[in-house]
């Protein structure tokens, strides 16, 4: 999903069918809510994961090990739950969030010499 041949073409899927055993599904599903649920900042608005993870790494550790877990650029904050979410703690604009990314870049890049690329989309 990080890289899709067709990301910058007008095309896209309607549907999809795929088989698979109920039971399996349903288990594999709720073991997935729950990782999910754990480990992000579920029912918090957010960007999503931010950065892509580079050859190597986990975006995230690169952002935590920089200490940036909790840090804040106006309302948008780095999430303590993962760092690789940045989560509106208070009213953020846009240019807080991109003012945020830009922080997080420079200082990665600085501390472990590793270029973040974001996963994002901004438009």
Same mark, same amino acid.
């Given at each position: 999903y990080r890289s899709v041949s067709h990301k910058h073409? !007008?095309?896209f899927f309607l549907s999809a069918r795929f088989d698979f055993n109920l039971q399996q599904q349903n288990d594999d599903v709720r073991d997935l809510l729950e990782k999910r649920n754990s480990t992000q900042p579920i029912g918090l608005p957010s960007c999503g994961s931010v950065f892509k993870n580079p050859n190597g790494n986990y975006a995230a550790e690169l952002i935590e090990a920089s200490g940036l877990k909790g840090f804040?650029?106006?309302g948008a904050c780095v999430s303590e739950k993962h760092a690789n979410y940045i989560i509106?703690? !208070?009213n953020a604009t846009a240019a807080d969030i991109e003012n945020l990314i830009n922080h997080i870049q420079n200082t990665v890049k600085s501390l472990h010499n590793v270029e973040l690329e974001t996963e994002i989309i901004i438009i």
């Open positions: 073409i !007008d095309e804040c650029v106006g509106n703690q !208070d």
